[in-house]
């Protein structure tokens, strides 16, 4: 009798272990069904659908995941990646995970810094719906104007443009593979910017699903939703479908140049200087500068920073070295430096490309930066002093492989308002920081140490940056700044202030009561978005 009871006991632990497994493995299938219901979707499983027991799975997953670091085996993983086909298909994918009380992320390009459009860390089962198969491009030349899928990357938008008309253009990213969807909507910043603005700027339609699974447009959305998805972060407010982008005119001919500089170049009192003038030249030059660590020539095993003057003219050579000579001879700029090319051949440039690459390289939506990295950001309104700069060096060589990039502002950018968008950081703002720390192992002690060298030169820029608040770049998405964790606790407004102001100043309050009023139940959330206020 004993050996029937274990025997029994055994076969329930079999059945119960059994049932669980069902279970879990009905999420993916219920899901599906569920869009095949609600669309035309009729296509096998295998088309569309990918869990992690498919082979391809990974593959899907990684494919346009550009921070390794949200890429380990420890980190959440989701039930399900769906990749639609069409519009209705994505209106599905809103009905279907309310209706199986599942958590949504959305992807188009995969660059969110902290990967949060493919990963969950509010403990709740998740479902990717990646836009990479809504990639489709028109482009417009009569009334200059181009609409782009979400999932087309910025590289293909340029590209696009360029073969239909070389003297137009469209003011976004620098980076080529970044999803034209959420590039946009947490301002979409680029080489001409100073220019034109931002992406968000010039930004004259969009096609959304809201949280009721409705596709609408500007005019149904209404000129309050439509404000807050050009700059008010991604994946708050609904799933952006596409764009709807006003071109701006560029010349045939536009020149480039990138200037290293070193310490023992006299890079301390170059960047000093540059600090005076980066946002008060000519409003046709971006000239950011990118600062990392290299060996010094002559000195085997022995280091140095260096600043490179990595700049994009809206012009010809001959005026370009004209306006250097007068308003930064320090920098030494000379005809060798220079060279002319056309708009798109300089997006190639900007973007580090090699040269002579072919412009077709940007429809294949390829990153060139894969890495294991933490970044965080800052907004400079008061040059910093060379004491300053000194102490910035000096951190900077404790690092292995630090970055950091300042982006001038000034131009078109101090003559918007504040709160013509969500993006708030306009007049006063002389350039942003972007600070990086890059490593190259999936090892957890090694993370650590990086990223809490990264919050230590942070905490030294405190005195430097922005103050009350001290601002930051939401699309460089730094969740050190607070995150809800649990995503049956709505946050509170007071919790989500601290990040949102960060990112957004005043006009937070704004997209707090536009977010209470379309999605009021919270179905769009993530680690920070905007809140409902109860």
């Known amino acids: 009798m004993a050996s029937s009871n274990c025997i029994m006991v055994t076969l329930i632990i079999i059945l119960l272990w059994s049932s669980s497994s069902v279970f879990s493995d009905t999420i993916p299938e219920k899901f599906y069904q569920c869009i095949c219901k609600n669309s035309d979707f009729s296509d096998s499983f295998s088309t569309a659908f990918f869990t992690p027991n498919d082979a391809s799975f990974n593959t899907i997953l990684n494919s346009t995941a550009q921070n390794l670091r949200c890429l380990l085996s420890s980190v959440p993983k989701p039930e399900l990646i769906f990749t639609p086909l069409t519009e209705p298909h994505v209106q599905a994918s809103v009905i279907c995970a309310k209706q199986l009380n599942l958590q949504l992320r959305v992807r188009s390009g995969g660059h969110d810094y902290e990967g949060i459009s493919y990963i969950s860390e509010m403990g709740f089962p998740f479902v990717i719906v990646d836009l990479l198969k809504l990639r489709g491009i028109e482009v417009n030349i009569e009334e200059n104007s181009a609409w782009a899928q979400a999932g087309a990357t910025v590289g293909e938008v340029y590209y696009r443009i360029s073969e239909k008309s070389k003297t137009l253009g469209f003011p976004a990213g620098l980076c080529t593979s970044l999803g034209i ?74 020149t480039v140049f990138t200037v290293p500089k070193t310490l023992e170049d006299g890079a ?95 429809l294949q939506g390829k990153s060139l930066f894969k890495n294991y990295f933490k970044a965080k950001s800052d907004f400079i309104k008061e040059p910093i002093p060379e004491t300053g700069l000194e102490g910035l060096w000096k951190r900077l060589l404790e690092e292995d492989s630090p970055l950091m990039i300042w982006n001038p502002y000034g131009g078109k950018m101090a003559n918007i308002s504040e709160s013509d968008t969500p993006f708030p950081h306009r007049k006063g703002v002389i350039f942003k920081i972007q600070y990086l720390t890059l490593w190259n192992q999936p090892d957890q002690e090694l993370a650590t140490k990086h990223v809490n060298w990264i919050r230590k030169l942070y905490n030294y820029m405190t005195s430097y940056a922005s103050m009350y608040p001290r601002e930051a770049y939401v699309n460089y998405i730094d969740l050190d700044l607070g995150m809800n ?40 959330k993530h680690e920070q978005s905007i809140p409902v206020k109860r």
């Not at 930004?203 to 959305?221: E, K, P, W």
């Not at 000195?299 to 250097?324: C, D, H, P, W």
């Not at 190639?348 to 690459?357: C, D, E, M, P, V």
Request: some cysteine.
């Open 181 to 254: 969807g959420g590039h946009i909507t947490g301002g979409a910043y680029g080489s001409m910017m100073r220019k034109f603005g931002l992406g968000v700027d010039n930004v004259i339609d969009a096609r959304i699903v809201n949280a009721n699974g409705t596709i609408l447009d500007r005019q149904s959305m209404g000129e309050d939703l439509f404000w807050a998805i050009r700059g008010g972060g991604g994946a708050s407010f609904g799933i952006i479908l596409s764009w709807k982008m006003k071109l701006v005119t560029v010349p045939s001919i536009v």
């Open 268 to 362: 301390t009192k170059i960047l000093y200087k540059w600090q005076q003038v980066a946002d008060k030249i000519d409003d046709g030059l971006f000239m950011r500068v990118v600062i990392n660590v290299v060996d010094k020539k002559d000195v085997k095993g022995e280091r140095t920073v260096q600043t490179a003057y990595n700049s994009l003219f809206l012009g010809n050579a001959e005026t370009l070295l004209r306006i250097m000579n007068e308003s930064f001879p320090e920098l030494g700029l000379t005809q060798k430096d220079v060279t002319e090319m056309s708009w798109i051949e300089s997006i190639l440039y900007i973007a580090g490309y090699a040269k002579n690459t072919p412009p077709e390289v940007l």
């Open 485 to 524: 964790k649990n995503v049956n606790c709505n946050s509170s407004f007071a919790q989500a202030s601290v990040w949102g102001n960060k990112y957004f100043k005043n006009n937070f309050n704004r997209l707090v009561q536009i977010k209470t009023i379309v999605d009021p139940e919270n179905f769009f």
